[in-house]
């Protein structure tokens, strides 16, 4: 699935699952752009590892600063195939407990972020006629999950949005998919006890957590020309923990 002569923005590209994708996509020859919130050397680390990518620093939760993401992005490189949105936060507790802050800055990061930038390549992707627009929802946004009250609402909003905009920009050869990890190994599942994530391990079919690489292969397909008759998909890569 080449990818030559494109451009692709990740959000949330200097770790995890975003790394990969960078890599991913630039191994298929697409030019890249890392943004992220503020870990210079993991950015920096990204960009080593790929063929052609620079790192922009942009907080996806700032209106303002996405619109210099995307200034900047096109300013580098004068278009913009792919989208994907992967940056993202957790902030768990229990509703009782939860601070309005945290719930607040959850969706912030994980909805909000995810429409400014949306907003801002589906803008160019119209005027191009092309477009792929990927966006990182969770199994927790399909199912919730006690104690992510506030992720949960924040990954489910990503996939109403996913399928909004899938149908809105149909007719103009834009794609809009969403992908559903499970438990995916990286810092964001690092920090969880080690008795949460082995009663998870349990709810896997497959037994094992997956890995970030995995992810990126099912984001590869919805950011190919290969996959130009699905839009509005969410596609779940769980090792049938959802099933
Ligand atoms: P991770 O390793 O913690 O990496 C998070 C990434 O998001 C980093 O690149 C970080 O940048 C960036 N980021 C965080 N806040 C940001 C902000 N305000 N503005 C811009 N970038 C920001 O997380 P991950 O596990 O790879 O998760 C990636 C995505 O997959 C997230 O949307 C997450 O919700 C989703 N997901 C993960 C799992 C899992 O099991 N890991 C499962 C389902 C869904 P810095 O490096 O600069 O901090």
Same mark, same amino acid.
């Given at each position: 699935m080449r990818l030559d002569g494109q451009v692709a923005v990740v959000t949330g *590209?200097? =770790?995890g699952i975003g790394r990969e994708v960078a890599k991913k996509l630039s191994a298929e020859g697409a030019k890249v752009v890392i943004a992220y919130a503020g870990n210079d050397e993991a950015a920096k680390k990204t960009a080593e590892e790929c063929r052609d990518a620079v790192c922009v620093k942009a907080d996806v939760s700032d209106e303002a600063a996405v619109e210099k993401l995307f200034e900047e992005a096109m300013k580098i490189n *004068? =278009?913009?195939d792919i989208l994907v949105n992967c940056a993202g936060i957790t902030k768990d507790n229990l509703v009782l407990r939860m601070s309005s802050e945290d719930f607040d800055r959850v969706m912030k990061v994980n909805l909000y972020g995810s429409f400014y930038c949306s907003r801002c390549a589906s803008k160019i992707m119209l005027k191009q006629r092309y477009g792929r627009i990927i966006s990182v929802s969770s199994i927790v946004g399909l199912r919730g999950n006690a104690g992510q009250a506030n992720y949960a609402a924040s990954k489910a909003g990503v996939i109403g949005m996913t399928k909004s905009m899938a149908k809105e920009l149909a007719k103009r050869n834009i794609t809009v998919n969403a992908i559903a990890p499970g438990m995916i190994e990286t810092d964001m599942t690092a920090v969880l006890p080690e008795n949460i994530k082995d009663e998870m391990l349990k709810t896997i079919p497959m037994g094992r957590p997956g890995k970030a690489e995995e992810v990126a292969e099912a984001i590869l397909f919805f950011a +190919?020309?290969? +996959? +130009?008759?699905?839009?509005g998909q969410v596609l779940a890569v769980d090792g049938g923990m959802a099933v």
């Amino acid at each position: 699935m080449r990818l030559d002569g494109q451009v692709a923005v990740v959000t949330g *590209g200097s =770790r995890g699952i975003g790394r990969e994708v960078a890599k991913k996509l630039s191994a298929e020859g697409a030019k890249v752009v890392i943004a992220y919130a503020g870990n210079d050397e993991a950015a920096k680390k990204t960009a080593e590892e790929c063929r052609d990518a620079v790192c922009v620093k942009a907080d996806v939760s700032d209106e303002a600063a996405v619109e210099k993401l995307f200034e900047e992005a096109m300013k580098i490189n *004068g =278009r913009i195939d792919i989208l994907v949105n992967c940056a993202g936060i957790t902030k768990d507790n229990l509703v009782l407990r939860m601070s309005s802050e945290d719930f607040d800055r959850v969706m912030k990061v994980n909805l909000y972020g995810s429409f400014y930038c949306s907003r801002c390549a589906s803008k160019i992707m119209l005027k191009q006629r092309y477009g792929r627009i990927i966006s990182v929802s969770s199994i927790v946004g399909l199912r919730g999950n006690a104690g992510q009250a506030n992720y949960a609402a924040s990954k489910a909003g990503v996939i109403g949005m996913t399928k909004s905009m899938a149908k809105e920009l149909a007719k103009r050869n834009i794609t809009v998919n969403a992908i559903a990890p499970g438990m995916i190994e990286t810092d964001m599942t690092a920090v969880l006890p080690e008795n949460i994530k082995d009663e998870m391990l349990k709810t896997i079919p497959m037994g094992r957590p997956g890995k970030a690489e995995e992810v990126a292969e099912a984001i590869l397909f919805f950011a +190919s020309k290969e +996959s +130009s008759y699905v839009t509005g998909q969410v596609l779940a890569v769980d090792g049938g923990m959802a099933v």
